[in-house]
């Protein structure tokens, strides 16, 4: 019928309207509003991307999640990311450095034991007698 309404079909009713808004009675099909930097309203095609507005009760007890709440999320997420990074990168180079510990055919072959039966940290390798 020309008029702008509200998902729930009540009218809307702003002022301040931009002079370059088409005549709402030349609309056909799904229109939206959104409001400009210089706060005038401006008829828009729906598939545009923009800011939306939505209507609310005055009695409503519907919050929104603080601004903050999706930086401390993805603080969390980078957080767990960088620490499973770190993990990996050491348990790699644990595995690099113990199977270095058994040189190719070429050099020759080293056996590694415990040195400090208290703690096993740390390794004692020793060159065998074997092939060269």
């Given at each position: 019928d020309g008029t702008l309404a509200w998902l729930g079909g009540s009218k809307i009713h702003?002022?301040?309207w931009s002079e370059e808004?088409?005549?709402a009675d030349t609309l056909i099909g799904d229109y939206c509003?959104?409001?400009?930097?210089?706060?005038?309203?401006?008829?828009?095609?729906?598939y545009?991307?923009?800011?939306?507005?939505?209507k609310k009760l005055q009695d409503s007890?519907?919050?929104?999640?603080?601004e903050h709440w999706?930086?401390?999320?993805?603080?969390?997420?980078?957080?767990?990311?960088?620490?499973s990074t770190v993990v990996i990168?050491?348990?790699?180079?644990?595995?690099?450095?113990?199977?270095?510990?058994?040189s190719s055919p070429n050099i020759q072959r080293l056996q590694c034991t415990q040195y400090s039966p208290e703690t096993d940290e740390a390794q004692l390798c020793i060159p065998t007698a074997g092939e060269n």
């Open positions: 702003y002022s301040k808004t088409m005549n509003v959104s409001m400009w930097i210089d706060g005038t309203w401006r008829i828009a095609h729906c545009e991307r923009r800011g939306f507005i939505c007890s519907i919050t929104c999640f603080p999706n930086v401390k999320r993805h603080h969390f997420i980078i957080s767990i990311a960088v620490a990168a050491i348990f790699t180079w644990y595995l690099l450095k113990r199977k270095m510990c058994f």
